[in-house]
């Protein structure tokens, strides 16, 4: 348990080990304190799955979410692929943790590694010699079409920075430090909606990506 979380989650504690128990070690259960995006893992539950540790940052997707404020027209999300650190895919659900102004405070997150299943539906697939796509993770009818792209469950801020701009810059065929200045700024913008800079460190590991001064970061911001 982190130290130092909103006492509103409290309740919320327990219910880490009791959903993991249910599912079992192939599931991974997170609670979020989201006054502390940095720091925002308050609890955590069969963590081999992502290798987060309780103090970790809160994901690119939640940052996303925070930012946006898209958790005020619904109570949760279902069933939205997600990928940990070493690639593995996930069936990813989050709940959303409200105070009485509507505003979040926190997250309570499922991760289900679908690592075995997959494996299971390909010799299934294979044995009764079916034509089914075996190498794609199919997202189920509850995902909701905002998302985009997994959430990558990132163990620090660096990793979440790189993430985001992989998945910013992805139609580009060249490293992010050879962006042109306003492709640099473009980026920069679009990092901004999506809510990384709410981390702390978030402008000095951009800088350090895009080979450019935080100072130019700052600038990029402010275009």
Do not use: W
């Not at 991974?28 to 720091?39: G, I, K, R």
């Not at 405070?105 to 010699?129: E, P, R, S």
């Not at 993430?163 to 992010?176: E, F, H, M, V």
């Not at 999506?194 to 702390?200: D, I, P």
């Amino acid at each position: 348990m982190g130290k130092g979380y909103n006492n509103a989650l409290k309740a919320y504690i327990p219910l880490v080990d009791f959903i993991a128990g249910i599912v079992g070690p192939n599931c991974e259960v997170v609670l979020h304190d989201c006054s502390n995006v940095d720091e925002s893992i308050t609890a955590i539950k069969n963590n081999h799955i992502s290798g987060r540790k309780v103090g970790g940052p809160l994901t690119d997707l939640g940052l996303k979410l925070l930012k946006e404020g898209s958790y005020k027209k619904k109570n949760f999300l279902l069933n939205y692929p997600g990928k940990s650190s070493d690639g593995r895919k996930l069936r990813s659900s989050t709940y959303f943790i409200k105070d009485e102004k509507n505003e979040l405070i926190g997250m309570l997150c499922i991760n289900i590694d679908l690592t075995d299943a997959l494996a299971a539906q390909k010799f299934i697939n294979g044995f009764i010699k079916t034509d089914g796509d075996n190498n794609n993770f199919r997202e189920s009818a509850g995902t909701e079409p905002f998302l985009g792209i997994p959430e990558n469950l990132s163990c620090s801020i660096d990793e979440i920075v790189y993430a985001t701009i992989d998945n910013t810059i992805s139609g580009l065929a060249i490293p992010p430090e050879r962006l042109s200045p306003d492709e640099k700024t473009a980026v920069v913008q679009q990092l901004n909606e999506k809510g990384v800079f709410l981390l702390k460190g978030a402008v000095a590991s951009v800088a350090k990506i895009l080979k450019v001064s935080e100072n130019t970061v700052y600038r990029y911001l402010n275009k």
